[in-house]
């Protein structure tokens, strides 16, 4: 469906060739112009090699007109001297670089990181690994410059709230407002998010899939909440290996793991990710319908759907049918108004959950784009609560933190549609041995909602609503007669 949903270019599977592990760089740029040696022979993270490709790629990221990863991925294409471990430093520390603008940006004023990506790419560089990291022919002319901004950037203190938070006014005000850990959730946001699988449970189980990780030296380790679930201890790129490419393993946030078990997705059931996307969520709802019954994946966009395909034939799900409709009232729809058993509204979003993965999104977002946002949420929700059967549920999610996204838009469809009743998310998932703290239970209320700070996972919100009458309107246009007749 329109909004936003960005993929995050750290840690994917086979992400267009780069590289992982490049938190640890060898001595990037050894045997490339201008060497990878500091004063003292030792090897450095910063060379003229690295310095000039990270420059440039910041000046084409910080323009802000696109996702960070298709553009790097656009980068990368066009410069095929850079080795995978090339690409993943310069990755990492571009992505470092967004996380930590505001307070770049404030330290190197009256200078701008868009207009000066050369002096931004040596900032970023030397706060990630070290002054000493950065060559002596990498700093050229700009050292004297780089030192002075580094004096000022080891305190910031003195900087204002929302640059310390690394956030936009906008989005600081709201955090700050709605959340009393806010402190907790700035400094989640600044990390790096792990790399979390599931395990399709139709062809794997966590434990023999933890097994192939070790002995490959890769520590696979169960997750809190998902019972399906392993998190990495280092990103790898997994892309090549016969545990992803035959379909063992999906790339999946352990949040949104759990989202898909909120339908309760039973064997044989009539079952429609209204939102499908690239379809992580529904491969996951597939694998609970142990590929039975029927899914239904929409989404309007075509080319994201299609992306579907290669993963849907890795899964080994028969049960599953890719449809891009037109927008969320496309006639198709009209033949399956009350037929399904459960109904995924996986709504468009601002993805302020998921900023340690996309961490440009929140220089990218504004209000205006959070309210255009708001009111197509509004309407793929009424939508999509056309397709839910009498005793069926309407499952709606974001990866927002944002109430105007979440509890709001369900309190207003609630406030509108008395038809569908609010059910416990919590009791759903404890009913699937889904662990949570009396702690947790009570933040959620009869929610599901997972935060960074709170839970380690990226930020998601979910509401499962039940279908308990008829559609009133739909009933008064049918005569009141029964359905079926």
Known sequence: ?????????????????????????????????????????????GTPFIVGHLADALHMVLKLDGPADVLL?????????????DRGLV?????????????????????????????????????????????????????????????????????????????PDWLYDRIRAQYPDAEAF???????????????????????????????????????????????AEKVGIGSWPVYREG????????????????????????????????GKTLAIGALMKSTGSLYAFDVNAKRLAGMVPRLRR?????????????????????????????????????????RRNPDLRWRLSVAELERINAVQASVIRSAAR????????VYATCSVLREEN?????????????????????ILAAQKVPFTAEERERMGSYFVMLPQANATDGFFSAVLERVAEDPARAAHEGGAPRGR
């Not at 991925?73 to 471990?85: A, D, Q």
């Not at 970023?124 to 004297?144: K, M, N, P, T, V």
């Not at 999946?252 to 379809?279: H, N, Y």
């Not at 509890?407 to 009791?427: I, K, M, T, W, Y």
Request: charged share 25%.
């Open 91 to 167: 990755a990492e520390t571009v992505y470092y670089a967004l996380r930590h603008l505001a307070s770049i940006a404030w330290a190197m004023a009256p200078a701008v990181p868009e207009r000066s990506p050369r002096l931004a790419a040596l900032v970023a560089l030397a706060l990630r690994f070290g002054r000493g990291q950065i060559s002596e022919a990498a700093a050229g002319r700009d050292a004297a410059a780089l030192d002075a901004v580094l004096a000022k950037a080891k305190d910031v203190s003195e900087a204002p709230a929302p640059v310390r938070a690394e956030l």
């Open 315 to 355: 899964s080994g799900l028969t049960n599953v049918h890719p449809i891009a409709i037109r927008d969320e009232y496309d006639r198709r729809l009209g033949r399956l108004i009350g037929k399904f058993d459960r109904v995924l509204v996986d709504a468009p979003c601002t993805g302020t959950g998921t900023l």
């Open 73 to 85: 991925s656009l980068y990368f294409r066009k410069n095929h001297e850079l080795g995978s471990r």
């Open 186 to 232: 700035f400094r989640a946001i600044a990390q790096p998010a792990p790399l979390d699988l599931r395990v399709n449970s139709l062809k794997a189980d966590p434990k023999s899939v933890a097994e192939e990780f070790a002995e490959r030296g890769v520590q696979a380790s169960p997750m809190h909440y998902s019972p399906d679930g392993l998190r990495l």
């Open 387 to 394: 397709l839910v059967k009498k005793g069926g549920r309407l």
């Open 407 to 427: 509890q709001g838009v369900v309190e207003a469809f609630l406030a509108e549609h008395p038809e569908f009743e609010l059910r416990s998310a919590p009791d």
């Open 1 to 45: 469906m329109p909004g936003q949903r960005n993929r995050h270019f750290e840690g994917r599977a086979g992400a267009r060739g780069k590289g992982r592990g490049a938190s640890r760089p060898r001595a990037a740029g050894a045997g490339r112009p201008g060497g990878g040696r500091g004063p003292r022979g030792e090897a450095v993270a």
């Open 248 to 279: 063992r393993v999906d790339i999946q946030d352990e949040g949104s793991q759990l989202i898909a078990r909120l339908l309760a997705p039973c064997r044989r059931l009539m079952v429609c990710d209204f939102c499908a996307g690239a379809g």
